[in-house]
């Protein structure tokens, strides 16, 4: 035992030694022998004396009272010298002492050993925490006091910036802001991250602190660094009291900050109605627009509180300047629209992209919202500044139903928009089956093309999509039509990882203006799209069942493209071995080649 207390690695003695057994104890601890406990004390004196103060006061032991009192009776035997030695001696490692760690712990008697040895009270460790700040973070009025007594400089800041006026705000302890303030510490300063005291406890909802500093006298309506008033930390974070309290003080309740942000569009986007009703009975400002343009009806609509709306509106709310409706409807939230309706809002008023209330319903999918407006008559065909309709919206983000709504009530299934394309071209080439019956029912053309010629037939073989290629086959339509390219239906099909790998290369590749990618210059990636596009085996069944199908229809096998490549040509290039063998034995030509004689 002598050989382990006197040998033992710091580390050693600070966790795993004690001096008497407790019910809580952890495992692999030693017990020192009643003998030995001068030892272990005189011990921890030797690696104080060596700089070594965190590992002595943040030992096992000490968080037993009795312990403490042992060993500042030890110290209290050791000559005078020595002790004052001891209280002056800084951690090697942090420049800790010992009047700050007993600050930490709340240990009074030792602090008072400390003052008996006249130590600093100022003394900071290497992050600027001083004695004061440890005290007031851990709550410790009494020793606040004590040091305030002993002359310590309370306005003093760490490397963070954090004062103890700040601390004590931040953390709601009442008593040592009073303490505090008693001794006139600075309650102005901001913090490095911009806060003040009174918005820190405005924010943090501390009422009494809030009560002590306008007491006091403090600047309710300035800002922070961070653009914050006192009352608008409070109606963010929704403290009713402090707000009750602030504006009884005299607040300016509509002052906004540099973002255009009141206190009233602040508890309306946080949804905080009582303090929404109170500022409104103060006479608060309910059409001011804050950020964006946006007023407090807005704010609320968007964030979905619909109490807040209803008092908004019912206190005469602008809901017509930058349209509540338009928020309502892209957010989904029903109950708001149709107090909206109720009250006479526009839902034909457009956003500077000229879609409406009802376009925007219709392209985020809100179904219920969607058919209360057709039930108020909304007209279902207005185009936005692109040229897009409701319908196509709600094609593109596959909304079967609002399209079959839209379609009840005698949406353009024909109208051509960017590029040639119609409905059925996009649910082709997105695979929306539901979408493509539901349209060929109405008797869309189904031949009509876009302005590449492309028809929704290629769309639909190229998305490998069977079950729709399979209803444009049921149908009359022409098999071998090609677009501008020369591609045809049956091509697209023999040819699907060639136009996979088309897409995904990168758009700066420069390659001869006659050469497909394949035989570009850029021959080393190729192998890498190849790898990295396999098809899988599903896939190329899909693949083999269209080219089934488009052969059973009476698809052309030998039609080339504009460079000369066949459908033939495609399978073999990229090792389709069965769509090779089902053309040869439908009688495809083998000997044909491209234009480069491949």
Known sequence: MQCLIKNAHKRLVCERF????????????????????????????????????????????MNIPQFRNRFLCFL???????????????????????????????????????????????????????????????????????????????NKCNNDGWL???????????????????????????????WSPVTMACGNGHSQIVKMFLDNGVDSNEFDRNDVSPIIAACYNGHTDIVRMLLAAGVEYDKCNKSKWSPLITACEKGHTEIVEMLLDKGADYNKHGINDQSAVQIAVVHGHTKIVIMLLERGGDYNKWSPAMFACAKGNAEIV??????????????????????????????????MLLERGVYCDKYDNDGWSPVMYACKNKQPEIVGMLLDRGADYDKCYKCGWTLLMYACDKGYTEIVRML?????????????????????????????????LEREVDVDKCNKDGWSPIMIACSDR????????????????????????????????????????????????ILRMLLDKGADYDKHDKDGWSP????????????????????????ISNNKLW
């Open 76 to 154: 209290n035997g050791l000559d005078i010298s020595y002790q004052r030695q001891l209280a002056h001696t800084c951690d090697v490692d942090n420049q800790d002492t010992a009047l700050l760690l007993s600050c930490f712990d709340g240990d009074i008697p030792m602090i008072q050993w400390c003052f008996k040895h006249n130590v600093d009270c100022n003394q900071y460790r290497n992050d600027d925490t001083t004695p004061m700040e440890i005290a007031v973070q851990q709550g410790h009025t009494e020793i606040v006091r004590m040091l305030l007594g002993r002359g310590v400089d309370y």
């Open 18 to 61: 004690i001096l008497e057994r407790q019910e809580d104890s952890a495992q692999f601890i030693i017990v020192v022998p009643p003998k030995f406990h001068q030892m272990y004390m005189q011990r921890l004196v030797n690696d104080w004396s060596k700089g070594i103060v965190n590992e002595v006061f943040c030992n096992t032991n």
């Open 568 to 591: 033939l040509l495609f399978a073999c290039s990229f090792g389709f071995t069965e769509l090779v063998r089902m053309m040869l034995k439908r009688g495809a030509y083998q000997f």
């Open 440 to 472: 060929l029912d109405r008797g869309a053309d189904y031949n009509k093309c876009n302005e590449n010629e492309s028809s929704p037939l290629m769309f639909a073989c190229e998305t490998k999509n069977t079950e729709i290629v399979k209803l444009w």
């Open 164 to 194: 103890p006026m700040m601390t004590a705000c931040s953390n709601g302890y009442t008593d040592i802001v009073n303490v505090l303030l008693e001794k006139g510490a600075d309650y102005n300063t901001c913090h490095n991250n911009g």
């Open 498 to 545: 060639l136009r996979v790998m088309e897409r995904m290369c990168d758009t700066d590749f420069k390659y001869y203006k006659d050469d497909h990618l394949l035989f570009a210059p850029h021959r080393p990636c190729v192998p890498i799209y190849i790898e990295k596009l396999r098809l899988t085996e599903s896939e190329v069944c899909k693949n083999m069942e």
């Open 338 to 371: 149709m107090m909206l309706l109720n009250k006479g809002t526009e839902f034909d008023k457009c956003n500077d992209y000229g879609q409406s209330p009802f376009i925007l319903a219709c392209r985020y999918g809100h179904t219920e919202i969607v058919r």
